[in-house]
């Protein structure tokens, strides 16, 4: 069965980086592309950005530009997330999901800012 | 960005209801727009794709409608685990963006 794995619950400092791996099985790691979403307490669901593994092109919401960034690992067939100048309105929870006629997701990744 | 507007952002209903909830996108979308069921401790669900098509394993209470600029998620007869945020997103253009959520309570 397809599914999305993702790391564990980090907890990082103000102004530290934070870098989320989300590690696809059952399926080509080439056959959907992966987007990012997040959810901070209380709050809706924030769409972040998106990945095509076959080749790597990314597009970002503006709000996260130059400080998110999406890569993949195709040799691992992991897509990674990696955050950076963390401040505490980046406490999250954030999941990789597919794009398409199948969309799975990740289980989330609890991301906690704090000093 | 396209904005996505959603409402109402909570609405209070019984066991057995028809509720609706309503996306307005900015622009037209076509029909690029899914409905998602959010419960708290768990990953999203995509209940609907593309305006109108039924995810696998969903069941048939659930319908979505629209195209361009106006959308309705509606549950025919509210179930027990109905009771939920709905969100709504457009996929038509980058960034993609969620509408503000409907939080579905029990009267």
């Known amino acids: 069965q397809a599914q999305l794995l993702q790391s564990g619950a980090e907890v990082k400092e103000p102004g530290a980086s934070v870098k989320v791996s989300c590690t696809p099985s059952?399926?080509?790691?080439?056959?959907?592309?992966l987007q990012w979403v997040r959810q901070a307490p209380g709050q809706g669901l924030e769409w972040m950005g998106i990945?095509?593994?076959?080749?790597?092109?990314?597009n970002y919401a503006p709000k996260f530009q130059g400080r998110f960034s999406l890569t993949a690992d195709p040799p691992t067939s992991t897509v990674y997330m990696q955050l950076s100048s963390l401040r505490s309105e980046d406490t999250a929870v954030y999941y990789c999901?597919?794009?398409?006629?199948?969309?799975?997701w990740g289980q989330g990744t609890l991301v906690t800012v704090s000093s | 960005d396209i904005q996505m507007t959603q409402s109402p952002s909570s609405l209070s209903a019984s066991v057995g209801d028809r509720v609706t909830i309503t996306c307005r996108a900015s622009?037209?979308?076509?029909?690029?727009l899914n409905w998602y069921q959010e419960r708290p401790g768990k990953a999203p669900k995509r209940l609907i794709y593309d305006a109108s098509r039924l995810q696998s394993g969903v069941p048939s209470r659930f319908s979505g409608s629209g195209s361009g600029t106006e959308f309705t998620l509606t549950v025919s007869s509210l179930q027990p685990e109905d009771f939920a945020t709905y969100y709504c997103?457009?996929?038509?253009?980058?960034?993609?963006?969620f509408g503000q959520g409907t939080k579905l309570e029990i009267k």
């Open positions: 059952g399926y080509t790691f080439t056959t959907y592309l």
């Open positions: 622009q037209g979308i076509r029909d690029k």
């Open positions: 997103l457009q996929h038509s253009a980058y960034p993609y963006t």
């Open positions: 999901a597919t794009k398409g006629d199948v969309e799975f």
């Open positions: 990945i095509n593994p076959n080749g790597g092109s990314t």
